[in-house]
């Protein structure tokens, strides 16, 4: 059964910092795209970061960048978000998602449609 979880949320004050983790046992991970998503509250999910298989290539929605990195480490089969100087608005619930596999070293998207598989999400809080 494919899983993929996620950890290292919590709760933290404004300005501070939170490392979110994604481990999975999709044997072809190193392959595909994978993205970091949230939910808040009465709101619908949006994308956050984005990276391409190799990780070569990665994005950000504009609300988080200069603050957030996504990494990944394909001989662990993990993806990163480094979270720093957060701030209320990013409470959410984190969810890590992957694309199916693609040939191009630069590719990920921004569409939740294009990702297949998902994790159950980490709650993160941040407080005022």
């Known amino acids: 059964q494919v899983q993929m979880t996620e950890s290292g949320g919590g709760l933290v004050q404004g300005g501070g910092s939170l490392r979110l983790s994604c481990t999975t046992n999709v044997r072809t991970f190193s392959s595909r795209p994978m993205a970091w998503f949230r939910q808040a509250p009465g709101k619908e999910r949006e994308f956050v970061a984005g990276i391409s298989f190799t990780g070569e290539n990665a994005g950000y929605t504009d609300s988080v960048k200069g603050r957030f990195t996504i990494s990944r480490d394909n001989t662990k089969n993990t993806l990163n978000l480094q979270m720093n100087n957060l701030k209320t608005k990013d409470t959410a619930v984190y969810y890590c998602?992957?694309?199916?596999?693609?040939?191009?070293?630069?590719?990920?998207?921004?569409?939740?449609?294009?990702?297949?598989?998902w994790g159950q999400g980490t709650q993160v809080t941040v407080a005022s």
């Open positions: 998602a992957a694309a199916p596999p693609h040939s191009s070293t630069r590719y990920y998207s921004t569409q939740i449609r294009a990702y297949v598989i």
